[in-house]
């Protein structure tokens, strides 16, 4: 299964496992993951910077031209070749974006570059060449002037740059703040070689100590940080539609999960992303989908509640499911060591109830262990099982047998340490016996604080739960009652035909263990009170891999 569980706020930040519980995939391909970046986000900012890019040069095109022909009628000729050239790459680049050319981001910046160069380049040369006419003519109040004049330019450029083009706040610092010295240094290197305007520049009394355009590049930076955020915000409410997300709680090898929020309805949940990275995750992607769909059919309190779940135009698969708080049972055993025989009870007959909902609609789990049951809160009740994951379900009703026909045998999926032993021989032709199994292997391990067989090799894990005796779990701790004792074992037996034969079963006789109802609701809260250092908002992991083989596969080596 995927080794992160989206749905989990855990109480702790140990994220160190005492018991391995590997999860091995042996028929399906690996599935990719949403990447740091939000689906098509670059693409939307390639849209918005080419409409930004065309109006910028339009109207720089428009204000340069207009200021080149009045100077020209008035017999102002300098640099006007110069200016030429500029308005041709002006003209140039407006062509270019209003073309129906395909053009790529970095073919944009390109451009953007060329526009804003241009510009910046035909700045520095008049500012750099009219003050030196002026010096030339002894005119002071020219040269202060024409200071003042192109420092104003200069911020007003980094303003529309700032707030008109699309970028995060580093590449803006990146672009703007370098932009806003040029200006200075311009002014050094013509105080170094003329000394007239030295002169003049010292004379004047009217310089402010603010330096003005790097306060408008920091402005600048702020602002492109504040848009850009802002234009992440409404894409992810356009992606996710009604789902804000808010968050990145983590990933794993299936996918990205962030925290979320119903933009109306204010309700906190989780929200996973998951997207193929070829044709050969088709598979894999499709099991999502079958986990989501066959979760959502199942109504019953100790199952975890399936809110919503869609596709994005990228081809992105996404599922919203609640938020809990708490932690799950193999993070409880690692943080306290084994429980008490009476909540064991109490967790246990939950699983139950919502293993037997699971199983009268034909849902299999496959997948039981401490990983995929959380003990949460919800309506104030501490130690509310909670089922987790239907990642590897079976459907067994007759509309689903087509899809299930169509399964490779000899290939098997689920957690070694937890695993019926008809789960490996027979993996398509598994009934709820199996799950019955996997749960009464739980039950050995919040009994005992040790899975009912161990080994570093998944053949050695497989061939001791088709062939070995369990150790009795009183033999590791004495406090076990015998009844309930009696109870595990006969779910742990090898033959299906052995076990309980339903959940039902299974639940009822675990309610006539005389330690049945001993776990009550101020215990509970008396004992997460006493925990509260250990409730620290964070996600909860199933400790686990997926790998791609076969039984006989050479590959399997030792996990």
């Not at 990719?32 to 918005?48: H, I, Q, S, W, Y």
């Not at 100590?209 to 848009?227: K, L, M, Q, R, W």
Request: charged share 20%.
């Amino acid at each position: 299964m995927d080794p992160l569980e989206p749905t989990l706020i855990d109480a702790t930040n140990n994220q160190s496992p005492t018991v391995p519980s590997e999860s091995i995939d042996v028929s399906r391909g690996l599935v990719g993951f949403v990447a740091g970046n939000r689906p098509k986000f670059a693409d939307e900012t390639a849209g918005l910077l080419r409409s930004r890019l065309t109006a910028a040069t339009l109207a720089l095109s428009v204000i340069l031209t207009a200021s080149f022909l009045g100077n020209f009628l008035r017999g102002i000729t300098t640099l006007w070749w110069l200016r030429s050239v500029v308005l041709l790459v002006l003209f140039g680049c407006f062509v270019v974006l209003r073309s129906g050319r395909l053009l790529t981001l970095r073919r944009l910046r390109g451009i953007e570059l060329m526009t804003f160069g241009a510009v910046l380049l035909q700045v520095s040369l008049m500012l750099a060449t009219l003050m030196m006419k002026y010096a030339a003519e002894q005119d002071v109040t020219a040269v202060v002037g024409m200071k003042h004049l192109f420092m104003g330019a200069w911020c007003l450029l980094i303003f529309v740059y700032g707030i008109f083009m699309p970028n995060t706040w580093k590449r803006g610092a990146a672009v703007m703040i370098p932009v806003a010295i040029v200006p200075y240094v311009v002014l050094a290197i013509l105080r170094w070689r003329s000394p007239v305007i030295e002169t003049f520049l010292s004379m004047e009394n009217s310089t402010s100590p603010i330096p003005f355009p790097i306060v408008s590049a920091f402005v600048g930076v702020y602002g492109t940080h504040i848009i850009n955020s802002a234009r992440r915000e409404a894409f992810k409410a356009r992606q996710f539609g009604q789902y804000r997300l808010l968050e990145k709680l983590g990933a794993g090898g299936m996918g990205e999960v962030y925290k979320a929020e119903h933009v109306l309805l204010k309700r906190p949940c989780a929200m996973k992303l998951i997207k193929s990275a070829g044709e050969r995750d088709a598979t894999a992607t499709a099991q999502f989908e079958k986990e989501v769909k066959a979760t959502a059919k199942l109504t019953h309190w100790n199952t975890i509640e399936i809110y919503d779940y869609g596709h994005t135009e990228d081809g992105t698969f996404y599922y919203v499911m609640e938020l809990l708080p708490g932690m799950s049972l193999d993070r409880l055993v690692e943080q306290s060591g084994s429980l008490p025989p009476e909540r064991v009870v109490h967790f246990l007959r939950q699983v139950c109830g919502a293993l037997h909902e699971a199983h009268s609609v034909g849902l299999i789990h496959r997948d039981i262990k401490p990983a995929n049951i959380f003990a949460a809160q919800r309506g104030g009740v501490n130690d509310v099982a909670k089922l987790l994951d239907f990642g590897l379900v079976k459907e067994t009703t007759t509309e689903s047998a087509g899809e299930n026909s169509g399964a490779k045998y000899g290939s098997f999926s689920g957690t070694p340490l937890y695993m019926s032993p008809e789960q490996a021989s027979a993996y398509e032709d598994v009934d709820g016996r199996a799950d019955i199994y996997s749960l009464s292997a739980v039950a050995y391990y919040l009994l005992t604080g040790q899975p009912p067989f161990s080994g570093t090799k998944v053949i050695q894990l497989l061939a001791a739960h088709a062939k070995e005796d369990v150790t009795p779990p009183s033999t590791i701790n004495s406090e076990i009652p015998s009844d309930l004792e009696e109870v595990v074992l006969k779910g742990l037996a090898k033959n299906p035909a052995d076990r309980y034969q339903d959940a039902a079963s299974f639940q009822r006789a675990l309610s006539e263990c005389q330690c049945a109802d001993k776990w009550t609701p101020d215990r509970a809260d008396t004992w997460w009170a006493s925990n509260q250092n250990r409730q620290v908002d964070s996600l909860g992991k199933q400790r686990g891999v997926q790998l791609n083989f076969s039984p006989d596969d050479p590959t399997l080596l030792e996990q």
